[in-house]
């Protein structure tokens, strides 16, 4: 980043940098005079830079005024080999600060005995240790007025904590540890103040995935537990929220997290469990949400709420490897769209969505472009990306227009990373919040003219960053430099017109973010997650069910929360897509074995199952002869029928046959939606065509006609008894003949067995009839069933 903006104007304030110079020339006499007096530093004392190290925990007020007591605390501890002796522990006023790049220096080299010390307080300011044992932490606390440090102009003054003594090696008084910090001296109202605008983010990490119970409430189920620990007390969402709710910032919220929080309060939200089980979540979990959201609801109520898209997603990845996948930017415009709907249903009010903020800050043309697309025409950058190279000697204000009309926020780099790294003790944390205050009054001085700034800081802060973050932003706002503003307005504000609004080229994006971009496999896949979901909700009469947790899912695999983690993002993207195979298979045709066909005609029933819990429709069943001139279907070669299953049911669709020749023919079942797509996989089965032979014709043939004979003989032989002329005759002439087959005087209640169910009963073999239904066929009926048999399960 250009260094230009750490000097400050020269024709806004001449007189005030006159003084600031001459102050600091008047704070370094009293250190030259020290340094005279001292002897010439031998290889051995400037080896001694690590004998002892001093960590400054506490520094209150962090930026004091007239009439306030600095108290300094913290623990020096003997790293060397010898005791040393005669110490004590001195607070040191060094020069005063004219640069930003000079307080970056001196944070860089805090606890350098080479650089300068500045003058010691001393008198009775001090905490003296006859001495200090190695490997022994000592604590101090050191308390004085303000007025005891000889301040002068105001401004940022190098200030240090120092640890005196001597060792049996080098007998003499000396600093054999230091910290240098800093401290902002504004005892009253500038006649400027810096509009300062600080995001507060609430973000986490993908928690939902895709499955859902099968009752009404349709019970989410989550990857893990781990929401639960951050929302907990002492949780890092519920610091984020404990401490922001006293801050005047602009919360920035994903709306994935809300929809989290809000599905584990308002339900029995579920757990993995062993061997692809699921278990309920403990119940105090649900409590805990509850009463986070409560929280939330009310820390928000009248400030700005900024909706990112839902789930956060990567509009550098999309940018970079996305955009070449048909529809990938279509799910950022369905992410955009829900966002809004979301945040008012879940916390009460309306949010700001046309903002767009890609990771850390970093921009290039295409990352605009996508940034742009869904609706967004503000963009929040940073100032390590989007670089001064006006050579302005001073830090402008985040609005940049960047054309197209779009505008371009450009977060100070400085600020916004102040609080990154481990600041898990005090010490670091403490520093950190001394660093940001000394450089947001530095911007402050190096002009006259008001200016807007903005502070984007890491998505995700620890609990102990944001501890750091708040700490800071109470000073500050209880600070005489500075004045709060939301981030609308900073967007708003007249832009400077010497401000760079060159947007750097795509060469110039970190390789470091872009080696943990989701590649290009991770959109192909998404893309054919979708497709699978088009083609999967078409049959449903409920889509919302289905559509809505999926949907939502496929916004989280291109969430910014996944870069650097390629291993789990894919993990997640193959559970969802796995979760969808299985739900669509549970439509499906049920396998069948080999039907037999005696005779020309018959029909074949094809069962189709749903075991889902809603109804299935809009769907065709196809079945199809692969030999066409041996059997028809429907009378050519393959028939649809509609199919319409209520859930949890399965149909037999029954289909229409004829055979012209014997033989065995391959049957294709296939589902296909009302469009013409295929659904599922086919069902292929033969049919075994047994056709009527001439000699068998002839058999039964002559069997009627000797039927008819019979029958025409028994009738004139009655007819001429009747006339008193009887007639010898065989067995069965008589009157009083037993009932026999064919005859017509039989009783209608006594009617005879037949032949062949007598065969049957016995377990005799009888040839098939052409009448008789082959085992695998239904000539009964060919009218479609019902909605389904319930399915055994």
Do not use: C
């Not at 700001?352 to 963009?379: N, Y």
């Not at 609080?419 to 190096?446: H, Y």
């Amino acid at each position: 980043m250009a260094e230009a903006a750490d000097f400050q104007g020269t024709s806004a304030s001449p007189a005030r940098r006159w003084l600031r110079r001459a102050g600091a020339l008047l704070a370094g006499a009293p250190l030259l005079a020290g340094l005279l007096q001292l002897p010439a530093a031998t290889p051995a004392q400037a080896a001694s830079s690590d004998t002892v190290s001093v960590s400054l925990d506490s520094l209150t007020p962090s930026a004091p005024t007239d009439g306030d007591t600095l108290t300094v605390s913290g623990t020096v501890t003997n790293n060397g080999k010898q005791v040393v002796t005669g110490a004590h522990v001195g607070l040191r006023v060094g020069p005063l600060l004219d640069t930003r790049s000079a307080i970056d220096s001196i944070a860089q080299h805090s606890d350098d005995l080479q650089g300068t010390t500045g003058s010691e307080v001393g008198g009775k300011y001090v905490e003296k240790f006859a001495k200090l044992t190695p490997g022994v932490a000592e604590h101090f606390s050191i308390s004085v007025p303000v007025n005891k440090l000889d301040l002068g102009d105001d401004g940022v003054y190098q200030f240090g904590v120092s640890l005196s003594g001597e060792t049996a090696a080098q007998p003499w008084d000396q600093v054999l540890g230091i910290r240098r910090t800093f401290l902002p001296w504004q005892p009253s109202e500038a006649g400027t103040k810096t509009k300062t605008t600080y995001l507060w983010p609430l973000i986490s990490t993908v928690h939902m995935t895709a499955k859902t119970g099968a009752g009404e409430l349709q019970t989410p189920v989550f990857l893990d537990d781990a929401l639960a620990k951050e929302l907990q007390p002492g949780g890092r969402l519920d610091q984020m929220v404990d401490l922001g709710k006293d801050l005047d910032v602009t919360w920035v919220i994903d709306p994935d997290l809300l929809a989290s929080v809000d599905a584990m309060a308002t339900g029995n939200y579920r757990l993995p469990g062993d061997g692809g089980t699921t278990t309920p979540a403990p119940k105090e979990h649900q409590t805990i949400a509850k009463q986070w959201l409560a929280r939330l609801q009310n820390a928000v109520a009248g400030k700005e709420v900024v909706a990112l898209p839902f789930a956060d997603p990567d509009l550098a990845s999309l940018a970079h490897n996305g955009t070449s996948v048909t529809g990938s930017l279509s799910h950022l415009k369905d992410a955009t769209d829900v966002a809004a709907i979301t945040v008012k249903t879940v916390l009460h009010v309306t949010p700001s969505t046309d903002f767009a903020w890609p990771v850390e800050g970093a921009v290039d043309p295409a990352i605009m472009k996508v940034a742009t697309s869904a609706g967004a025409d503000r963009v929040i950058a940073r100032s390590d990306s989007l670089q001064e190279t006006a050579g302005l000697p001073y830090t402008p204000s985040a609005a940049r227009p960047v054309g197209g009309g779009t505008t371009a926020v450009v977060a100070d780099a400085r600020l916004s990373t102040a609080f990154q790294g481990d600041l898990t003790k005090a010490g670091p944390a403490t520093l950190a919040v001394q660093r940001f205050l000394a450089q947001s009054l530095e911007v402050n001085a190096q002009t006259d003219k008001q200016r807007s700034i903005v502070v984007a800081p890491q998505r995700m802060p620890t609990g102990t960053q944001a501890q750091a973050m708040a700490a800071a932003l109470k000073a500050l706002q209880d600070g005489n430099w500075s004045e709060s503003q939301d981030l609308g307005a900073a967007a708003k504000d007249k832009p400077d017109p010497n401000a760079t609004t060159r947007i750097p080229s795509g060469s110039a994006y970190p390789s470091s973010l872009r080696s943990q971009e989701l590649p290009r496999a991770a959109f192909e896949q998404i893309a054919r997650t979708q497709d699978k979901l088009a083609g999967f909700q078409v049959i449903l009469s409920d889509q919302s069910r289905v559509v809505t947790p999926f949907g939502r899912a496929i916004n989280r695999e291109m969430s910014t929360s996944w870069q650097g983690r390629n291993t789990g993002a894919e993990s997640y993207r193959n559970g969802v897509e796995r979760w969808l195979d299985d739900l669509a298979d549970q439509v499906k045709l049920i396998d069948k074995s080999e039907t037999k066909l005696s005779g020309r005609s018959a029909t074949i029933p094809v069962t189709v199952q749903n075991n889902l819990v809603q109804p299935v429709g809009h769907l065709v069943l196809r079945l199809t002869s692969t030999m066409p001139t041996r059997l028809k279907i429907g009378g050519k070669a393959y028939s649809e029928q509609p199919v319409e299953i209520s859930g949890g049911h399965s149909q037999s669709v029954k289909f229409t046959t004829s055979a012209n020749a014997n033989g065995r023919v391959s049957v294709i079942a296939q589902l296909y939606t009302e469009d013409g797509q295929r659904y599922g996989d086919p069902v292929s089965f033969d049919v075994k065509v047994t056709e009527i032979t001439p000699t068998v014709m002839l058999v039964i043939g002559g069997g009627v006609l000797l039927l008819v004979l019979a029958g025409f003989r028994m009738y004139t032989q009655r007819k001429r008894a009747a006339a008193g002329q009887p007639e010898d005759g065989g067995p069965g002439t008589s009157e009083d003949t037993p009932d026999e087959p064919g005859n017509p005087d039989a009783p209608a209640d006594r009617l005879p067995e037949k032949p062949e169910e007598s065969d049957r009963a016995s377990g005799a073999d009888t040839p098939e009839h052409p009448s008789d239904p082959a085992p695998d066929t239904a000539p009964e009926s060919t009218d479609p069933s019902g909605t389904g048999e319930r399915v055994d399960r």
